[in-house]
C-alpha cells in the first residue's frame, strides 16, 4: 500500500511539473472543487459531455493504460495533468466503475442528452391523442429505467424486483396523472381551443415530476427504515442514521422535481412566442425542427444545473441531525454523502454519512432518532 502511494505521489509530482494549466491530477478524484456550485457544475458538465460518445476503442484503451501507468508508477516522462484528466474523463463516460464493462451507448450519463432529448419533444408534441400520451410516458419512464439500471451500483446489488417495482410505479403515476389531467383540460368548456391547446403543453411536467417522487420512494423507501451508512473521516463504517436518509431521501426528490420544470416548461412557453412569428407561420413544416432545438437546449442547461444543486458531501450540526445528542465537539461536524443517481430516474445507490475521526468515534454506532432519543 505505501508503495503504491509512493509511486502515485512520484507520478503526480512528474505530472505537476509539466503542467501548470490544469490543477494536479488525482486518481478517481473530481478535477473541479465540489464545495461550490460552480465547481459541481463544470463537473456535471464533464460527466454529460456527448463528445465522449464518439471516442474510439483505441483512444479508451490508451486513457485507461494511461491511468494505469499513473496508478503504478510508470508514467512515461511529459504527460501533463490535462492529458490525465482527459484519460479519467473519458474512462469514467464509458465504462462502468464496478465491472469496468462498457455502458451501452444510449444508456450513458453523456448519452442522456441526445437520446433523450427525442423522447422530450414527443412529450410536448401538441394535440396529443390518448395513445400518443401513454406512449411517450411510457418511453421516457423506460429510457430512464434502462439508464439507472446500466448506471446502478454494482458493488452492493439490489434485487430486480426492486427495479421493476420502481419503473412500473413511475410509469402509472405518469401516464395516470398524464391521462387524467389531459381529460380534465377537454372538459373545460370555459377555455378557448388556444387556451386549451396551451395548457395541455404543460401537462407532461407535472406527470414526470410524480413519476420521479414516487420511482424515489419506491427505490430507496428501505433507506428510511434501515438508515444510511455512518463513516469516520477514513472511510470506516461506524453506524447508519435514518434522519441522515430522509435529508439525502428528500433532496434526492426536490433534484428531480428541478430537472424536468425547464425542460418540459420552458419550450412550450417560448414556442408558443415562435409560433406567432412571420417565419414559422409562413413556414410550419419548420415548427418540428424548432420545437427539437428548444428542448435540446433546455435539456443541456437543465440537467447540469439540476444535478450540481447539492453537494454530494452535506454538512450538518454533528447528532443534533440525527436527533440525538451532539456529542463532543470533534464530533459536531457531521457530512453525509449521497449519490442521487440520475435525477430523471431512480438509481437506488446507497448514500453515506461521514464523521470525522476522533477517540469517541468507534462508540457512534446509530445517530437515534427523535422516538428514540
Not at 446500466?150 to 398524464?178: C, D, E, H, M
Request: aromatic share 6%; charged share 15%.
Amino acid at each position: 500500500m505505501a508503495d503504491t502511494a509512493t509511486t502515485a505521489s512520484a507520478a503526480a509530482a512528474s505530472a505537476a511539473n509539466t503542467s501548470t494549466d490544469a490543477p494536479p491530477f488525482q486518481l478517481g478524484k473530481p478535477r473541479f472543487q465540489q464545495t461550490s456550485f460552480y465547481g459541481r457544475f463544470r463537473h456535471f458538465l464533464d460527466i454529460i459531455d456527448p463528445r465522449t460518445l464518439f471516442v474510439t476503442e483505441r483512444r479508451l484503451r490508451e486513457a485507461v493504460q494511461l491511468l494505469e501507468d499513473y496508478k503504478h508508477g510508470t508514467l512515461r516522462p511529459g504527460v501533463t495533468n490535462e492529458q490525465l484528466w482527459s484519460a479519467q474523463k473519458i474512462k469514467q463516460a464509458i465504462l462502468h466503475p464496478d465491472t469496468n464493462e462498457k455502458i451501452f451507448m444510449p444508456f450513458r450519463m453523456s448519452g442522456y442528452i441526445p437520446f433523450g432529448t427525442p423522447i422530450v419533444v414527443g412529450l410536448l408534441l401538441p394535440n396529443q391523442t390518448l395513445a400518443s400520451t401513454v406512449f411517450w410516458q411510457w418511453l421516457n419512464q423506460s429510457h430512464n429505467a434502462c439508464v439507472n439500471y446500466a448506471n446502478r451500483n454494482a458493488t452492493k446489488p439490489s434485487p430486480a424486483s426492486k427495479f421493476i417495482q420502481g419503473y412500473l410505479g413511475a410509469v402509472i403515476s405518469a401516464v395516470s396523472i398524464a391521462v387524467g389531467l389531459n381529460v380534465l383540460v377537454q372538459k373545460a368548456n370555459k377555455f378557448t381551443p388556444a387556451t386549451r391547446l396551451l395548457v395541455q403543453r404543460f401537462v407532461p411536467f407535472p406527470a414526470v415530476a410524480s413519476a420521479n417522487i414516487c420511482n424515489v420512494v419506491l427505490m430507496r423507501y428501505g433507506e428510511l427504515e434501515e438508515g444510511i451508512d455512518v463513516l469516520d473521516g477514513d472511510g470506516n463504517l461506524v453506524g447508519s442514521s435514518k434522519i441522515a436518509a430522509r435529508h439525502a431521501l428528500l433532496e434526492t426528490a426536490l433534484t428531480r422535481v428541478v430537472l424536468p420544470m425547464p425542460i418540459l416548461v420552458l419550450p412550450p412557453i417560448v414556442m408558443s412566442m415562435l409560433e406567432k412569428t412571420a417565419l414559422l407561420q409562413a413556414r410550419p413544416r419548420l415548427l418540428l425542427p424548432v420545437q427539437s432545438l428548444v428542448c435540446l437546449a433546455a435539456f443541456g442547461l437543465a440537467l447540469p444545473l439540476a444535478i450540481s444543486l447539492f453537494p454530494q458531501m452535506s454538512e450538518s450540526p454533528g447528532c443534533d441531525s440525527c436527533g440525538g445528542d451532539p456529542g463532543p465537539p470533534h464530533l459536531r461536524e457531521v457530512i453525509f454523502k449521497r449519490h442521487r443517481g440520475l435525477p430523471c430516474g431512480g438509481l437506488p445507490l446507497s448514500p453515506a454519512v461521514k464523521i470525522p475521526n476522533g477517540p469517541d468515534a468507534r462508540e457512534i454506532r446509530h445517530c437515534p432518532s427523535p422516538s428514540q432519543g
